[in-house]
């Protein structure tokens, strides 16, 4: 017999409705990504109380805000999503050196183990990040879709430089409308086709990396 289940969605913190889909496609797509849908319980000792009382940071500095910090780790991977706040800052240099910062406050976020799942944790450096690029910190507005103007871009972070979240875990249709572009060790997925349009530029291996990252191009993307 074939069954069907409703299938909806969560994106980085958004709900979105799918489809109806045979469950055998569905479970295809889940063995194809890795998810993890069978796994052994946790056994090591915790900490109940640091768990129940924990909370993740936000940081603020004069140009930007990251909050809505979440966990999404998996046992040999630690992984972070957050959201990202620069207000109306238009310029694509600028907003590539505002996420590089961001990258660099939240991929050493600590994390706490779960009760339930195993899973990386600690200081150590972030394995990958997922973090949605807004204008403003509004109630509403908060969804990935081209249509929405308060929506930037979608940064992939991976610490490896290879995405292990195919099409940013949005259902299709939406992510062929963005704009892609790799710099490096960030994935990004833009809205708007104009800032995803890269400038021929010379360079020495010893200047500044036209990512906005401050580093060096041979120690960033030239790397």
Known sequence: MLLKWWCTGTVLGHHYFDMVRPFDNVMKGVIERGDCIIFDASTEPIDMQEIKNYRFPNHTEKEYKVNHVEDASIPDRKRLKAHLF??????????????????????????????????????????????????????????????????????????????????????????????????????I??????????????????GPCPCGSGKKYKKCCGS
């Open 189 to 206: 997925a833009w809205r708007e086709g104009k800032f995803a349009i890269r400038k021929e530029i010379k360079m020495g291996r010893n």
């Open 86 to 187: 620069i207000g109306d800052i238009s310029e694509k240099e600028k907003i590539l050196e505002i996420i590089h910062r961001g990258v660099d406050w939240l991929k050493t976020v600590r994390n706490v183990p779960s009760p339930t799942l195993p899973r990386k944790y600690g200081t150590m450096d972030a394995d990958a990040l997922y973090i949605n690029v807004y204008r403003n910190d509004a109630r509403g507005n908060k969804e990935l879709f081209p249509n929405n103007d308060k929506f930037i871009c979608f940064v992939d972070y991976n610490i490896d430089g290879e995405t292990t979240l195919e099409h940013g875990d949005l259902p299709i249709s939406i992510w062929k409308q963005l704009h892609h572009e790799k710099l490096g060790s960030v994935q």
